[in-house]
């Protein structure tokens, strides 16, 4: 996938205010309309101004573009960094886009903003009409899962300068982490989205959990996975190791002639639930360095007394 200079595609810099936007996508849309304009290529050009302006003239989603496209060039090949979108407040209420909606954009918008959809934007309201609601993903740890917590999260929105220029404005707001929660999950946080019209109730915010990148294990629904380092011998003769878990070190029973990536289940020690989810460590067996005369020496004997092909299954 290539990067896409937004930018570039409605003749502007990074530094043009939103008024310069919207002029620059109606100049061009005028030019490039399939209804006004029958020749070849216009009708791709179009799209691509389309997609430029649903970004750019949208202050959240260019504030997060904004951020995730510094040094990148176009047509390098780009992908976004897992999570890049935690922390930016979105309008709306999360939603998916339906496959039309996914079916108008590139695969390049639809990979930053596909999951980033809110509802529809207000339009005419009533005098009283209840502020919208609003929508973020944050990353928590995953401990915080087992126990339970209070944190102070920051949120990204956007704020339009006097000149028209887009600037982030950080908020920090005081979230109880239930124990037990997913991947997925959303916690509501009544009143915390935009504010209503006169005295009417302020919208609500919708946080969107996720994990954050956790040095032992990764998650799956409520199961963890661990990699568990293992020499040859304790694959190949089995034994009890010892293996971290969330609750603490426990010793795991290896069956003897483990292969490479055989899973073995932990019950009951995921994440927190009903029922609980469990975990699974997985063996990846590590050989030792032939670094010194005793080690080569001993995988030379292993090699002369071992009747051992790893190859057999292809046939060679």
Do not use: C
Not at 154 to 164: A, D
């Amino acid at each position: 996938m290539q990067y896409k200079d937004y930018y570039a595609a409605l003749g502007l810099t990074r530094d043009a205010t939103q008024d310069d936007i919207k002029r620059a996508y109606r100049k061009l849309a005028r030019t490039y309309h399939p209804d006004l304009n029958k020749e070849k290529g216009a009708e791709a050009r179009f799209k691509e101004i389309s997609e430029a302006n649903e970004v750019l003239s949208d202050p959240e989603k260019r504030l997060a573009y904004d951020q995730l496209g510094k040094g990148h060039k176009p047509g390098e090949e780009f992908r976004p960094p897992p999570d890049w979108d935690a922390g930016y407040e979105f309008s709306g209420a999360p939603r998916q886009a339906s496959p039309e909606e996914a079916a108008a954009f590139s695969e390049f918008f639809e990979s930053l903003f596909g999951r980033a959809r809110g509802g529809e934007r207000a339009g005419r309201q009533d005098f009283h009409a209840r502020g919208q609601d609003h929508h973020a993903k944050v990353l928590i740890d995953l401990e915080d899962a087992f126990t339970g917590a209070v944190r102070a999260l920051q949120l990204r929105m956007p704020r339009l300068t006097p000149g028209g220029h887009v600037i982030a404005e950080q908020r920090t707001l005081n979230v109880t982490i239930p124990k037990g929660v997913r991947a997925g999950q959303l916690i509501r946080l009544k009143g915390q989205g935009a504010a209503g019209l006169d005295e009417a109730a302020a919208g609500d915010l919708y946080l969107e959990i996720e994990f954050a990148s956790h040095r032992l294990y990764h998650v799956e629904g409520r199961d963890l996975y661990l990699n568990l380092p293992v020499a040859p011998w304790e694959a190949a003769l089995g034994g009890k190791v010892k293996a971290p878990t969330p609750h603490g070190v426990v010793d795991v029973t290896i069956p003897a002639n483990s292969a490479q990536g055989r899973k073995l289940r932990l019950k009951g020690r995921g994440l927190p639930a009903s029922p609980p989810g469990d975990l699974y460590v997985v063996l990846h067996i590590v050989l030792p360095p032939a670094g010194d005369d005793k080690a080569k020496k001993l995988y030379r004997t292993m090699a002369a007394e071992l009747a051992f092909n790893p190859r057999a299954g292809l046939g060679v």
